[in-house]
């Protein structure tokens, strides 16, 4: 089953404006939680990542926000660019199990 | 110096073919994955390979298999090639040697296309 639920699947967002994907879980086993970037024929790269005991990480113009206890966490990209135009995943790790869940992808378009 | 590279990049063949991709990370990770990114773009973890042990997902089929002759490498082989094994094979490699050190670096993909 998908151990990492994604919304939306795209997203059309003006120049300037704030970009919100939304990702959740179900096992409370993870402990690690990436966002990648991915552009047409590049692999995925990491963006930022947060541990479960934050509640917010910024770097840049991204922010992760994480709810424990709704088991959600979402990306904010502040003063979305064109060049931000791409796919973004959400992740979710175990540190003992060697595994790294994707979300299904949302697709961001920023419009000039 | 590039950090995880696979070869080939490209790969076209006719169905029931056996086919290999070869993956090398020079970065000196323990942990090394396959990952399969379809048509609307789900990647979706095949194996994960960590000191000699094999995790694998149990959705894969046995027809593939991967092969790791040391550490910097992890091959993955695909035997009786279908229609539906057509999508963009990753490999990627990670440290894992602490909270946040595990960053997943992902190779430039590869194409198989099965006719």
């Known amino acids: 089953q998908q151990q990492v639920k994604q919304s939306p699947q795209s997203l059309i967002v003006q120049k300037g404006g704030i970009s919100i994907i939304n990702c959740a879980y179900e096992?409370?086993?993870?402990?690690?939680f990436p966002w990648y970037q991915q552009f047409p024929g590049k692999g995925p790269a990491l963006l930022i990542a947060?541990?479960?005991?934050?509640s917010e990480k910024k770097e840049g113009r991204f922010t992760i926000s994480f709810n424990k206890s709704a088991k959600q966490f979402s990306l904010h990209i502040m003063d979305s660019q064109p060049g931000d135009s791409a796919t973004y995943f959400c992740?979710?790790?175990?540190?003992?199990?060697?595994?790294?869940?994707f979300g299904t992808g949302t697709r961001l378009t920023v419009i000039p | 110096d590039t950090a995880v590279s696979q070869t080939p990049k490209y790969l076209v063949t006719q169905m029931g073919n056996d086919k290999s991709i070869k993956c090398e990370q020079n970065?000196?990770?323990?942990?090394m994955y396959w990952y399969k990114q379809d048509s609307k773009k789900f990647l979706k973890i095949m194996f994960s390979?960590?000191?000699?042990?094999?995790?694998i997902n149990e959705t894969v089929p046995n027809r593939f298999s991967p092969k790791s002759p040391d550490k910097a490498h992890l091959n993955l082989h695909i035997n009786s090639l279908e229609l539906g094994d057509s999508a963009v094979y990753f490999c990627?490699?990670?440290?894992?040697?602490?909270?946040?050190?595990?960053?997943?670096?992902f190779g430039q993909g590869t194409r198989l296309t099965v006719v």
């Open positions: 990627a490699s990670s440290p894992r040697t602490g909270w946040l050190m595990r960053e997943a670096f």
């Open positions: 992740a979710a790790d175990t540190i003992g199990a060697n595994n790294l869940f």
């Open positions: 390979y960590n000191n000699k042990e094999l995790i």
């Open positions: 947060i541990r479960p005991d934050v």
């Open positions: 970065l000196g990770h323990d942990t």
């Open positions: 096992n409370t086993a993870f402990d690690y």
